[in-house]
């Protein structure tokens, strides 16, 4: 079915320079999520504005050659690139992918998370994988590895936040998981839960004072996690995901906001009701629980209509679906 190379929509780069109209009325958004008043007014939200300590420092900091954060699994890395994911654009620099990142359970500051991983052990790693399964089974990372169809894809990855990277990542299709457990017909959603482990990671307890159900959790409807898009990585650039990437083993959904694609993976679950998430839960009408690529919804801070690319600083147009139409259009198609 997907032996043709798709050309996404975006595949020529708009070089547009319409600024942001970023909302920044702190109020009028904390109103409008019900949370002004509550504790949750000191609560650093999804922002990309001021999360680096200063965008100088990102660069000095990407042209540094300080290794990424240590690496937590083997394998026989590179795997091959599947060619119908090699669309032949420039990568994004690997040390500034590796240096700006969203993991909250360290710091809500980008270009932090990557010094302050060091205690976080991320082998061995079982993951937990049961629900509403005919065959629920626990293995380790690296037992993933050796049995599952690995390869290499390159997908664009887009955050609410509006900036974009486009990175190599390895793995395996969910699909391929999903039909090792036989989920029970009256599975409907699939369920992530992120590791649990305060003490090795410096940002958790302050979340915790601002309210964050943690740990982290996401989910997906049964058939957006069949979708051959939707990828378990264990590996960025060739190698296995440094600590900062969401090691040893995250989800990726690139056709969805950033914030679907949960790092740091212990528990896969499949259940009926539409699981809670972390986002929706904090802030339903921001982050619902869909939350696919569209430029024409804005976020109440962020226009969705381009995107900064967080190497080059260029601003391109946003494709619906992030340029994954022809895959994930049909999903939704009343
Ligand atoms: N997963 C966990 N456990 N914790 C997080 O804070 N942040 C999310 C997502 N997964 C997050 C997470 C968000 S908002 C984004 S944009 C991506 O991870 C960032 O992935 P990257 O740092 O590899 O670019």
């Not at 690496?71 to 620099?93: D, K």
């Not at 962020?302 to 679906?321: L, N």
């Amino acid at each position: 079915m997907f032996n043709i190379i798709h050309r996404p929509d975006w595949f020529i780069p708009e070089r547009q320079v319409t600024p942001e109209t970023a909302f920044l009325n702190r109020r009028y958004f904390l109103k409008q999520m019900g949370m002004a008043g509550a504790g949750l007014l000191s609560m650093p939200l999804i922002s990309c504005s001021k999360q680096t300590t200063n965008e100088t420092t990102v660069t000095v900091a990407a042209q540094d050659s300080k290794p990424a954060a240590s690496i937590a699994s083997a394998g026989n890395y590179p795997y091959p690139r599947n060619p119908e994911f090699n669309p032949g654009w420039p990568l994004t620099n690997e040390k500034v992918a590796g240096t700006y990142n969203n993991f909250y359970e360290f710091s809500t500051t980008k270009d932090r998370v990557h010094q302050l991983v060091d205690k976080f052990v991320t082998a061995p790693w079982p993951v937990e994988i049961g629900g509403l399964v005919e065959k629920p089974m626990t293995l380790d990372v690296q037992e993933l590895i050796a049995t599952m169809p690995m390869e290499e894809r390159v997908y664009r990855f887009r955050c609410v936040e509006a900036w974009a990277m486009i990175v190599p990542w390895t793995g395996f299709p969910l699909s391929k998981l999903i039909e090792k457990v036989s989920p029970k017909p009256e599975a409907k959603f699939v369920r992530w839960q992120t590791f649990n482990r305060p003490e090795q990671a410096p940002g958790w307890a302050r979340l915790v004072q601002q309210g964050y159900p943690l740990p982290y959790t996401e989910g997906l409807r049964l058939d957006e996690a069949m979708n051959p898009l939707t990828l378990v990585v264990t590996g960025i650039y060739g190698k296995p995901l440094p600590k900062q990437h969401g090691a040893p083993i995250r989800i990726i959904v690139p056709w969805k906001y950033g914030y679907k694609s949960i790092k740091s993976v212990v528990k896969i679950e499949f259940v009926t009701p539409q699981p809670a998430t972390l986002w929706e839960t904090l802030a339903p009408k921001e982050y619902p629980f869909e939350s696919n690529v569209n430029p024409a919804v804005p976020h109440p801070r962020w226009s969705q209509a381009t995107e900064r690319m967080i190497d080059s600083g260029d601003r391109v147009k946003t494709q619906p679906y992030s340029g994954y139409g022809s895959y994930v259009a049909k999903l939704y198609a009343k």
